[in-house]
RNA sequence: GGGCGGUUAGCUCAGCCGGUUAGAGCGCAUGCCUCACAUGCAUGAGGUCACAGGUUCGAGUCCUGUACCGCCCACCA
């Protein structure tokens, strides 16, 4: 190998690096009795999506615990995979179809769906090279894709085992549906945006009393003109369009205004349908006038409130929300063309009220942002109760654990309070239902209820009844059990993309079958996610993971905050505030953004980002980089392959010495700690400070200036102590630590000439983790060390206030009174020297009278630097006299605390002791400046 | 309407089970091209820990309330 170019550059290492990671096999997992699993699945990203910083905080963090565990000596499995995306990736196709002025109807389903394929071959793996380049060392022989065969397979499995459980019915439901996409959307696919909208208030006549029957809800159409009108009852509306489906008024039962009204009925204008006016507790007084339209087939409240008071039903729109069953004018038009002409037609004719300008959330699809209409139509549901029951038992006995725990709260109220899920999709690409009708079974039905004719107009909430001639099975049915047809038709529809994800946990280990994947790795370890995602998904691989497996796919959920901008604001697109990840990569290194993603936050909190703080990141790998160019340098380097005990080398080991591998020890319990506990930036952090200050500002500093015959063991030490604080970094910055261990390892170790050698890792990423050796653990060593940063930091901090130029290398004489601190001095003179830039040391019991002298007091050592002609006799006395005061005030402090705590029996001994000591420390320091000043003022 | 999080240096954030003198990075100022690194070295300035009460010998840390910022959930038509 060799050596290391001066500068860093990570393209020069990360691509080759992965690749040889890769080439070796070092990500590769297969079930071994011998060793312990750890595994996790990734959140499957879309296969149309591209690497967003939110995945990179998502797959860093992943991939840091995977690195750890496989160093813990874990058998590490990290599946990666994709998920199909129903709705993105057949928009995505269907705009490349439409650039060529065709529509999917022209192809036809089976050559869509192949164009659909064909287009997933070709760009559905982009975000997995990105992975890659992210360093992500999933076990890619494993890679899977919800559409793939044997996932196909589970999705088929778990929807038969629902429907003959009676867990999965079909019905007609309100549900969110996007006119563009035409197709239903759970509640989750359709996020709620604030949106400027108007509030009008319409005049429904009252019809006068006496009139009309009394039946309840129905609504025959009044033939007269609306001759018996005595007054209005005014309603307000945001969609005025979904007035033409009215089928009731409905009040506050104790709402004054209308008491008399209820029962009696109301006439929609211009369809001049006959309303009964109901009275509900749903209804808000406050809200607009207090009354409120039902329109029970295009509103979730009004669909309750139809079923609740047996209203009609009446669908008013198509497919792509055009109007239909509404009189000729309106008919087929668009819905917000139809609103303009309402709302001219109802002011022509003195309907129209107020109109507010009102700002109210609607719902907007989650892949084509528009506006969702809420309606009734055939779809198929999982009922949820059941499912919920052990994946509350599980969370609240602890077996899975949320890391933050808040966040059980939030998925336990979630689950306590869950909807049935509506599975069905009318779109082409994805999973097709497994259900199957019979022809023959349809058309008896049909005419033996010849009644139904007005059928198409109105429909019926369907509750969960197993249909005759609805056939559910994994494979296409030969004929049809009931009535023995073969003319069966499969669905059209499709089911949501989740219900293939939510079984990713054991689907990619094999289930159904019952592999030796699944035996040994499931249930994996710990799921890593943000947080918008708990109910998408970790909540209903919980669910699946009891339902199929009777056991909880993962025993940890750590929830990760979002990445926002600098501003707060989400990372998206639209606002244009996006920081690319790839781009950082490219211009930072790989290494770079990982760190600086960790460090950015604590786990749970979000994220704040701007690109400034890269750098950092890119500069930390730089300064390893040359950390170890400089061990490397050293002469002979490559004997020391292993740390030799104090006394086998040639010199004893140093306070430094001794100070850093105390330090080392510090740092590896400190990282194992947090990295155990996910608190990733804490661990980031204590790398980076020991790495940068403790080993390059001092240990490196130092090791320029030992002696000779301790230079073995100096030697021995940098090496070590690089080596095991890469291992220690590694799992966070992959590439660059890799690149240096190989250097150092190729500096310090022959080449295998046996088979002995074998055992010894070829990359970092298989090393062992570090231990802590207790052995090396040195108060001592560090409470002297600190002694001489203090003596050698106060020395700097005199030369540079008194702009004492470097060149001039002053002379310095310590004093204490103890000898072993003189001994201490007497042994670091050199170090001293140099460190400080310092000529002549003396070091001596008693504090010598000298003139001209700047004076500090460290740790009880007093440290004077005589600088004839250099200093300003006033300013070194303002100086001392401004140190003087502080030490007046902390004494002040440290004296009214001690008399609070000694004499109360409650502080602990150990505090009152600590208060002394530190009175004591502050006492005497005082007493010492204030010697000096007064041998200053002498003069 | 409920629930949750945040408020600490100019900026972005750490701060564990309450306990010496509240930290980091960036930015800023001063001096340094010191033979690993100017993506660097040394030094410094900068804080009433949002506010008000309370618990405690002791509160950035625990409790209550207030203000502001943000997020999530919910059926304001």
Not at 825 to 833: A, D, G, K, S
Request: glycine fraction near 6%.
């Amino acid at each position: 190998m060799s050596a290391l170019p001066p500068q860093y550059n990570p393209k020069d290492v990360e691509e080759a690096r992965y690749a040889w990671w890769e080439s070796q096999g070092f990500f590769r997992a297969d079930p071994d009795p011998k060793r312990k699993p750890y595994t996790i699945v990734i959140p499957p990203p879309n296969v149309t999506g591209i690497l967003h910083m939110g995945h990179a905080l998502n797959n860093t963090i992943q991939d840091i615990l995977i690195r750890f565990a496989r160093m813990q000596g874990f058998n590490a499995l990290w599946v990666p995979g994709t998920d199909h995306a129903g709705i993105a990736t057949q928009n995505v196709v269907e705009k490349a179809l439409a650039k060529e002025g065709k529509r999917r109807q022209d192809l036809g389903r089976e050559a869509f769906l192949k164009r659909v394929w064909e287009w997933k071959e070709q760009y559905g793996n982009t975000i997995l090279y990105q992975l890659k380049r992210l360093g992500a060392s999933c076990d890619w022989r494993r890679t899977r894709f919800t559409m793939d065969e044997g996932l196909s397979e589970a999705v088929l499995e778990v929807f038969v085992r629902l429907y003959e459980k009676g867990l999965i019915y079909r019905g007609n439901y309100i549900i969110n549906w996007c006119p563009r996409c035409q197709t239903a959307l759970a509640d989750e696919e359709a996020p709620r945006t604030e949106t400027q909208g108007k509030l009008y208030h319409i005049k429904y006549p009252i019809l006068r009393q006496g009139t009309g029957d009394r039946g309840q809800g129905k609504t025959t159409p009044v033939s007269r003109p609306m001759s018996p009108v005595s007054a209005f009852i005014e309603v307000a509306t945001t969609r005025p369009e979904t007035m033409l489906g009215d089928t009731a008024v409905a009040v506050h039962p104790k709402d004054k205004r209308y008491k008399t009204l209820i029962g009696k009925h109301a006439i929609l204008p211009l369809v001049n349908r006959k309303l009964v006016i109901i009275a509900d507790e749903a209804v808000d007084r406050e809200f607009g006038t207090g009354a409120v339209k039902v329109t029970p087939a295009h509103d979730p409240v009004d669909f309750q409130l139809g079923k609740k008071h047996k209203l009609e039903f009446i669908n008013v729109m198509t497919d792509d929300a055009k109007m239909t069953n509404v009189p000729k004018p309106y008919e087929g038009l668009d819905r917000l063309d139809c609103r303009s002409k309402l709302i001219v037609d109802l002011e022509q004719q003195g309907f129209l009220g107020r109109i507010d300008e009102h700002v109210h959330n609607v719902g907007h699809c989650y892949r084509c942002h528009t506006a969702v209409e809420p309606r009734l139509s055939p779809q198929w549901f999982v009922k949820m109760k059941p499912l919920a029951e052990p994946a509350i038992k599980a969370v609240k006995q602890g077996t899975i654990k949320f890391v933050p725990a808040r966040w059980t709260k939030v998925y336990l109220n979630w689950m306590e309070n869950i909807q049935d899920w509506c599975i069905s999709r009318q779109i082409w690409w994805g999973h097709r239902l497994p259900v199957y009708y019979c022809e023959s079974c349809r058309r008896r039905q049909e005419t033996g209820d010849r009644r139904q004719a007005k059928a198409q107009r109105v429909s019926r909430p369907m509750s969960h009844v197993s249909e005759p001639g609805v056939i559910v099975s994994k494979t296409r049915p030969e004929r049809c059990p009931t009535c023995g047809g073969t003319e069966l038709a499969q669905d059209e529809d499709v089911l949501d993309t989740w219900f293939s994800s939510w079984l990713w946990p054991f689907s990619t280990l094999g289930w159904p079958k019952k592999t030796k994947d699944l035996a040994y790795f499931y249930p994996t370890d710990t799921l890593v996610t943000a947080q918008e995602i708990i109910f998408f998904w970790v909540a209903r691989m919980v669910m699946a993971g009891y339902f199929c497996m009777k056991r909880p796919p993962f025993t940890t959920v750590s929830i990760h905050g979002t990445v926002r901008d600098i501003t707060g604001k989400k990372m998206s697109k639209s606002l244009g505030n996006i920081i690319d990840p790839l781009e950082m990569i490219g211009r930072y290194g790989t290494d770079a953004l990982r760190y600086t993603l960790v460090t950015a936050t604590a786990i749970g909190q979000d994220i704040f980002l701007s690109e400034e703080r890269f750098a950092a990141g890119r500069n930390f790998a730089n300064k390893l980089w040359n950390a170890t160019r400089f061990v490397l340098a050293q002469d002979g380097i490559e004997k020391y392959r292993v740390l030799p005990k104090a006394g086998k080398v040639p010199g004893t080991f140093s306070v430094a010495d001794r100070w850093i591998l105390s330090r080392l020890q510090q740092t590896t319990a400190r990282v194992t700690k947090s990295l155990e506990a996910s608190l990733f930036n804490d661990a980031a952090s204590a790398l980076y400070g020991f790495l940068w200050h403790d080993f390059c500002d001092w240990y490196v500093e130092i090791a320029k200036h030992v002696p000779a015959e301790q230079q073995p063991a100096t030697r021995a030490i940098l090496r070590h102590v690089l080596e095991q604080a890469l291992r220690l970094l590694h799992p966070v910055m992959p590439f660059v630590t890799e690149e240096l261990w190989q250097h150092l390892r190729q500096g310090t170790t022959k080449p295998p000439v046996s088979r002995l050698m074998s055992h010894v890792p070829i990359s970092i990423m298989k090393a062992e983790w570090p231990k802590v050796e207790k052995r090396l653990i040195d108060r001592e060593a560090e409470r002297l060390f600190e002694r001489l940063q203090a003596v050698i930091t106060a020395i700097r901090t005199t030369r540079s206030e008194l702009n004492v130029p470097v060149e001039s290398r002053p002379p310095v004489h310590l004093a204490s009174p103890q000898a072993e601190v003189r001994m201490f001095f007497e042994i670091h003179r050199p170090l001293l020297q140099q460190l400080a830039a310092l000529g002549d040391i003396s070091v001596e019991a008693k504090r010598q009278a000298v003139r001209h002298a700047a004076a500090m007091v460290v740790d009880g050592v007093e440290v004077l630097m005589p600088l004839e002609g250099l200093i300003d006799p006033a300013k070194e006395r303002a100086r001392l006299q401004q140190r003087l005061d502080d030490l007046t005030r902390q004494r002040a402090q440290a004296e009214a605390r001690l008399k609070d705590r000694q004499f109360t029996t409650k502080a602990p001994a150990e505090v009152v002791e600590q208060t002394k000591t530190r009175r004591a420390e502050l006492q005497d320091t005082a007493k010492k400046v204030s010697e000096h000043l007064a041998v200053l003022q002498g003069m």
